[in-house]
């Protein structure tokens, strides 16, 4: 019988094979950078081991021996546009953070923001065969929820059980050990398009190395950037990233909703671009130096010198008012984020019992972006930026690196997936049939 995840099966093993060779690479694909960070696995530190049920929780410390950083091309939305171009930024992001980590890497673990990420919530349950609940249980209880037909061409990125309940117990975490007759869980899956994983898989491989695993953007850059009560309580990360921005809602210390809306910074530049006729590398300056979304009076009065090399001494020599850039800035701005709001009402975000929103990714630096955030959600927001981890330059701690760094995290401590599970072989295919069985034997 045929293991659907057998892909995913295959690169967690890989994952544990470079994690006991002691090195392993983070790869953060975006389409204005690409982040590469090269982990340095320290057995002799070991982390607080994770609340996990998996046989990969609880791995040993790490500390970044690596770090490189270079402009992404061949990318757009999150997705490989241009192949080849990928590959060369792929290749020079990873040989210069290899060259600092002075050692070859051979797996990488990436993250992705395109792909149409989809979120749907599973349920199962099952009768505990003995006294008490077992590991074969938990497969079992598993291997019974209820898969939505989510289409042809698309992947599982993310399939992880998030809560546990045991008669009328919920809430359990491990039900483990736990003495109970009727055993469910609440499972969380997220899908990608096939065609984005299969891109970066040709592509890596072009640029000789195995991909150990994958990850949603959103979901690491909030593994990065919420603290610990965040996603016990919940919160819901808003990664703001050039082509894409991630959103993801985290609760109980796990992710409940994911899904990416396609529209980030490049597009403001884009606006930028077009509402001052400038090409994209001086409207990208201008942005980053002089940009904001909240106009004071006194921005009537800073002129702002546009620079240029047209060859054109009075086009080049122009000025325009911080004032008129933020009238171009401040609309695309709101867009992005009234788009995030509705994507987040659609999830019942506002049924959590906190409902805190962080900001992160590098189109959260703009000034001012966190009180018009406020306005637009109505709800507690902050900015957020990734948690300090060991070896991490400091170019690299910004909210641009959230990412990468939550990558990390889920590369040395990964939470509970499907696939860590030997789930019953009979439970693949067949189960449609046999749902038809029990169908027809309930039934006549």
């Not at 080849?84 to 990436?110: G, S, Y």
């Not at 074969?136 to 598993?142: G, L, P, Q, Y």
């Not at 042809?152 to 039900?175: C, K, M, W, Y």
């Not at 927001?381 to 400091?394: D, F, H, I, N, W």
Request: glycine share 12%; proline share 4%; hydrophobic share 40%.
């Amino acid at each position: 019988m045929i293991d659907p995840y057998s892909s995913q099966r295959a690169m967690r093993q890989m994952r544990r094979a470079a994690m006991q060779r002691g090195v392993i690479a983070v790869l953060d694909i975006g389409t204005y950078k690409v982040a590469a960070l090269v982990l340095k696995i320290d057995p002799t530190s070991p982390e607080p081991k994770a609340a996990t049920i998996g046989n990969l929780g609880g791995q040993a410390g790490f500390r970044v021996i690596g770090a490189g950083t270079t402009r992404s091309r061949g990318v757009r939305l999150g997705e490989i546009s241009a192949m080849t171009e990928t590959e060369t930024a792929l290749r020079t992001a990873l040989q210069a953070a290899q060259k600092m980590a002075q050692t070859r890497v051979d797996h990488v673990i990436v993250c992705v923001s395109g792909g149409a990420i989809r979120s749907y919530g599973l349920a199962g349950e099952v009768d505990v065969e003995g006294s008490t609940v077992a590991e074969n249980d938990i497969s079992r209880v598993m291997a019974a929820c209820d898969v939505p037909d989510f289409g042809i061409g698309r992947d599982v990125l993310h399939a992880q059980p998030i809560n546990f309940a045991l008669d009328h117990r919920t809430g359990l975490s491990d039900p483990r050990g736990q003495i109970g007759q009727q055993l469910a869980c609440d499972m969380h899956m997220v899908t990608v398009d096939n065609s984005l994983v299969q891109n970066i898989c040709n592509c890596l491989k072009r640029c000789d190395v195995e991909l150990a695993g994958i990850a949603a953007s959103g979901y690491a850059s909030g593994m990065a950037a919420l603290v610990e009560d965040e996603k016990e309580l919940g919160a819901a990360c808003i990664d703001l990233g050039a082509g894409t921005s991630g959103v993801s809602i985290f609760i109980k210390k796990h992710m409940i909703f994911a899904d990416t809306v396609r529209l980030g910074g490049a597009h403001v530049t884009l606006d930028i671009a077009k509402g001052l006729q400038v090409d994209m590398t001086t409207a990208e300056r201008i942005k980053t130096v002089h940009g904001g979304v909240q106009a004071t009076s006194m921005d009537d009065r800073e002129m702002i010198e546009i620079g240029g090399n047209s060859g054109d001494w009075e086009k080049d020599r122009r000025t325009v008012s911080r004032a008129e850039l933020i009238g171009i800035m401040r609309p695309r701005i709101e867009e992005i984020l009234e788009d995030v709001r509705a994507r987040l009402d659609a999830a019942g975000f506002g049924y959590l019992p906190s409902q805190q929103v962080v900001l992160t990714g590098g189109g959260a630096q703009v000034p001012g972006i966190d009180g018009l955030a406020a306005r637009i959600f109505g709800q507690q927001v902050r900015l957020g930026r990734p948690v300090r981890v060991r070896g991490l330059p400091q170019a690299a701690s910004g909210p641009a690196f959230s990412g990468s760094v939550g990558l990390s995290l889920l590369a040395t401590s990964p939470q509970d997936e499907w696939w860590d599970f030997e789930l019953p072989t009979q439970s693949y295919p067949a189960r449609s049939l046999r749902r038809a069985v029990k169908w027809f034997r309930d039934n006549w």
